[in-house]
């Protein structure tokens, strides 16, 4: 063999950055494969085989793919090659080709067991793990993480074709098992039970997360009644086929309730059907009744597919090939009924729905100082009541949970709603789930309600019935949050099952997705239903999440504010100051509502301090908090007392000692974002100076930015996303009709790219550039190619809008109009780009319900956090020497954060000084990258690694 000329096209490079592995993979390919072997002076060595005319370059070097660009390839590989643990492929080595099929054939001709796999998402890729268990990728491409996956291998779209088949039919002959292996699977998804907004997110997820695996992605049309009928409901999807899903209501794949299923003659036909699709595993979206019937055909499969295989409906090679039902459950459901999860997809859609309602009508009713009854759905499951009337400060609720007779229930109602009418609130609501019932289990219906409000207290009182309405429109962030990423995680779920694995039902703790077991949830699920039947609600209640009871003890205390004899004694008593810092962010009002009424429920005073530390050094703004006067405050939006940026240091430090002192504060709650945070670092490191801060504080994170150490969640970044995703799907809904249109969108968050990822997500965007990757000039032209041959597809036929998101700090130079320019320069007239800034709307109005419900919590939380840690700092208060470094006395200077599934005060301490970015008012690590990669992922973008 003569070295030839190397010029990257024409012959296959085998980068590597280590030697060994080269070594190996060199020993390899000349004594197992028969190439043979040249060196040159550089010492890089040429592997050929003058039949083939292939050549291979091996060379050490620094283009081998990065850490995480191996752990990309590897994640792909564990689907495809079966690898059941990614971490076990040590390294992975890619080689480029020129062409793909010669070098198939000759590793198929040299009769070594080379497994070959394709990569379905990428034609222009197949993997194999060489003997020695290297794993190698072969690729057209220079960089395998460059290709732009959709766009690329889907050629000329037409509505009815199959273009990822028939893109992958090149490689039919190569690794092709009939779909039935482990590695690649024939994933099937389902809607059943009631529609909910974001079941379209999960179809979504699914299709794309299956095909992105290499796997094949069908749905079943009309929940189980599709499954039964089989045949044209089970049908294959590609790429585009969902790909306006995420911002459409109900479910565009169907649902039903259907009675067929229930009998095990309708499941035995489902399974037949599955069968006949050559399904392997099914993922089932919907209610606790739906997840019930996908557990019970999961129990009974044995015995049904053996019945297929003893009526000779299927044959032995069939029953053997799925012998394993492999099914996954995400929940759906409006009801957030379903044990195990926090949340159900579409549960705060429907709430946001509700709230808003009750926002309407609250103006109605304090116009005529009127009563409403507001009746939610709900038909086993009180959490839409009980958390509409935490967001909208109902005066009282019914709920299935928490029955009482029926002379106790109109007794409380009466006192509750009299007490507040006594203090001057000129509207009442109550809020009655449609499954409320008396201690006898007989249903309370709003019209029973409405007659005690009128007989009992003469109250001019409506009745508003909301239906319907709940359940439609267009799914909220959280929803298209919570459904595409629980939609990906059940098809990795399904493609790691073996049959040993439990079924998996897929949820949310916190603020981590997680796997659960499918059984234990039906069980627990089920077992609630049955102790209600038996009438004993303190079990039932105890099976239900702690958040639930949390959430209902919380009502309880805020709603009795004020006019019951306090819980605490006297001596438990505390005065809290509460203060806003920083910008504005939905649910700051929420929290000051929520604490101070809380706190007047156990006893202590609560004071706001007004317009922040300004306020308090120039003007003493120190004002006691009264009922009536914060009434209502939970559904407004900015702060009710004043925010500013400015920290003690920057105002007057010592001043606002003396008012802690003068005004003897047992404890300190700030709401606010990074300014807050700096805040309570200041106020922590002056404790030694001044005995008057020697109190507990607590932050309750709030920020659009959501960028304070020590918490994944800020408040307000909730509200901010659902004002930029509203205005994102508008903003895509102009560029679809104008069709060739790309809109850049710049995003506000300071240095944090949080917003601007989770709305590219939400919004289904084509990119987004953030602060922390900054915008490198390769990732432009990479996403600038790639809008080029969308729209060359695309033009005309589909109705696709555009949308680049990039937060106002990304990048200095290549400001929003700038990336515009760049834009338009380079369509060179086949497209254009267009500017949008919605600037500081993204501070938004009316708090969204997640805000306002974990602005209470939050509150509350951090009120029982001084009651419990005020005596671990109180024996110092005029101490002369104070310990501070103590850490148990620093513990009570804390953060109150979400981290992954927990809920957690952590100590400022630790935070600012280990855990803080200063100079870019940022946490050192954020949690929301694989967020990032997922929202990547699903348009088929291909980021290029730091
Ligand atoms: N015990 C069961 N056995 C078999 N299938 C069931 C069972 N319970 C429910 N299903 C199936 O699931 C479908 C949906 O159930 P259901 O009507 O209870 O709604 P859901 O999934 O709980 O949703 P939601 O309550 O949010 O509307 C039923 O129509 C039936 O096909
Ligand atoms: O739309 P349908 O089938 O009447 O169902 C209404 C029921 O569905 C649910 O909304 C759940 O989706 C229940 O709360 C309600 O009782
Ligand atoms: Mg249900």
Redesign the pocket.
């Known amino acids: 063999m003569t070295v030839p000329v190397v010029n990257g096209s024409s012959c296959l490079s085998l980068y590597g950055q280590n030697k060994d592995l080269l070594l190996q993979a060199i020993n390899f390919y000349t004594n197992v494969v028969g190439f043979t072997k040249e060196s040159d002076e550089s010492g890089t060595v040429y592997l050929g085989s003058d039949e083939s005319k292939v050549i291979i370059k091996l060379e050490v070097s620094d283009k081998a793919p990065s850490g995480s660009e191996v752990k990309q390839i590897t994640e792909r590989l564990v689907s495809l090659l079966g690898v059941n643990d990614w971490r076990s492929i040590e390294s992975c080595i890619t080689l480029m080709v020129k062409d793909l099929n010669q070098l198939v054939v000759l590793l198929e001709d040299s009769n070594y067991p080379v497994q070959i796999s394709p990569n379905e998402l990428y034609p222009d890729e197949v993997y194999t793990v060489d003997p020695l268990g290297n794993v190698v990728g072969f690729t057209v491409c220079f960089n395998p993480l460059t290709v732009n996956p959709p766009v690329k291998k889907l050629g000329p779209w037409k509505p009815e074709q199959d273009s990822m088949s028939a893109s992958t039919s090149e490689f039919s002959k190569i690794g092709d098992n009939g779909g039935t292996s482990k590695k690649r699977r024939n994933i099937a998804v389902m809607t ?3 529609d ?1 907004p974001g079941m379209n997110a999960v179809v979504f997820a699914v299709v794309r997360a299956a095909i992105f695996r290499g796997s094949k992605a069908f749905c079943v049309m009309e ?2 009644e599709g499954l039964i009928r089989g045949s044209d409901y089970i049908k294959e999807m590609n790429w585009q086929d969902v790909r306006s899903y995420l911002s459409e209501g109900g479910t565009n794949i169907g649902t ?4 067929a ?2 009998e095990r003659k309708g499941r035995l036909t489902a399974c037949k059907n599955l069968i006949e699709s050559g399904i392997d595993a099914l993922i089932v979206c ?8 996908a557990d ?1 055909f999961r129990k009974e499969w044995p015995s049904l597919i053996k019945e297929l295989k003893d009526t000779n409906a299927i044959n032995e090679e069939k029953y053997e090939t799925y012998k394993h039902l492999n099914i996954c459950g995400v929940v759906g ?3 957030n ?1 379903m044990a195990t999860t926090d949340a159900t997809v579409g549960a705060y859609s429907s709430l946001a729905r509700i709230c808003q309602a009750i926002d309407y009508i609250d103006a109605t009713a304090n116009s005529h100082s009127r009563a409403f009854v507001v009746e939610v759905m709900g ?1 086993h499951c009180g959490w839409l009541a009980l958390m509409a009337g935490i967001a909208t400060s109902a005066d009282y609720i019914l709920i299935p949970e928490k029955p009482a007779s029926s002379k106790d229930w109109q007794k409380q109602m009466c006192e509750i709603v009299q007490k507040h009418r006594a203090k001057g609130k000129r509207k009442t609501i109550v809020i009655v789930a449609e499954g409320a019932i008396t201690l006898d289990l007989k249903p309370i219906s709003s019209k029973d309600v409405k007659d005690i409000l009128v007989n009992k207290l003469g109250l001019d009182t409506r009745v508003t019935v909301l239906g319907h309405v709940q359940r439609g429109g267009t799914a909220v962030a959280y929803d298209r949050i919570l459904g595409t990423l629980q939609g990906v995680e059940a098809v990795k779920a399904v493609l790691d099952c073996t049959p040993e694995t439990p079924s998996p039902l897929i949820a949310i703790t916190e603020n981590k997705v997680v796997r659960k077991s499918l059984v234990e949830a039906v069980e627990i699920t089920q077992s609630v239903a049955t102790a209600i039947e038996e009438r004993n609600f303190e079990k039932a209640m105890s099976l239900r999440e702690t958040e639930f009871v949390e959430h209902l003890n919380n009502f309880i205390s805020m709603n009795s504010a004020n006019h019951n004899e306090p819980t605490l004694p006297v001596e438990k008593r505390k005065k809290i100051a509460i203060i806003n810092i920083g910008a504005p962010a939905g649910g700051m009002n929420s929290a000051v509502y929520s604490m101070a009424t809380y706190c007047m429920s156990k006893g202590h005073t609560p004071y706001a301090i007004y317009n922040g530390f300004t306020g308090l050094s120039r003007h003493e703004s120190v004002r006691l908090m009264d009922w009536l006067d914060i009434e209502g405050w939970t559904s407004i939006g900015g702060s009710e007392i004043g925010t500013n940026r400015a920290t003690p240091d920057e105002t007057d430090i010592g001043m606002i000692a003396y008012y802690f002192e003068k005004y003897q504060f047992d404890g300190l709650i700030l709401v606010g974002g990074f300014e807050a945070f700096v805040s309570l670092d200041q106020l922590e490191k002056a404790r030694s100076m001044y005995p008057a801060f020697r109190i507990p504080m607590v932050l309750i994170p709030a920020t659009i930015s959501n960028n304070v150490p020590g918490t994944e969640y800020s408040l307000g970044s909730d509200t901010c996303l659902n004002v930029l995703m509203e205005y994102c799907d508008v903003v895509k809904l102009s560029a679809s009709a104008t069709r060739g249109r790309v809109f850049i969108i710049e995003v506000q968050g300071g240095n944090s790219g949080y917003i601007a990822t989770f709305a590219s997500l939400v919004s289904g965007a084509q990119a987004s550039y953030v602060p922390e990757e900054g915008i490198a000039l390769g990732q432009l032209e990479m996403d600038i190619s790639s809008l080029k041959e969308a729209f060359s597809i695309e033009r005309g036929i589909s109705k696709a809008g555009k949308l680049i998101l990039k937060s106002t700090n990304a990048s200095k130079v290549l400001t929003t109009e700038v990336l515009a320019d760049v834009v338009n320069q380079e369509a060179n007239g086949e497209f254009d780009a267009k500017t949008a800034i919605p600037g500081h709307v993204q501070q938004g109005g009316l708090p969204s319900p997640i805000d306002r419900t974990r602005g209470a919590r939050f509150s509350i939380k951090a009120v029982q956090y001084i009651e419990e840690t005020f005596d671990d700092i109180h024996p110092y208060r005029y101490e002369m020497n104070f310990p501070t470094d103590d850490k148990k006395v620093q513990a009570t200077a804390a953060v109150l954060g979400v981290e992954s599934s927990h809920l957690k005060f952590r100590s400022i301490r630790k935070l600012y000084d280990f855990e803080t970015e200063l100079t870019k008012r940022m946490p050192k690590k954020i949690s929301w990258n694989e967020v990032r990669d997922i929202a990547d992922q699903l348009v088929g973008r291909t980021r290029l690694q730091k």
């Not at 039903?256 to 009675?259: F, G, L, N, T, V």
């Not at 919907?286 to 019937?293: C, K, M």
Request: hydrophobic share 25%; charged share 25%.
């Open positions: 059943s039970g009631g909910s929940g189980y039903a309730r259907c009675m299923f229930k919907g209610g606790d009744g739906s997840l019930t019937g019970l459901s409006i009801d009924d038909r």
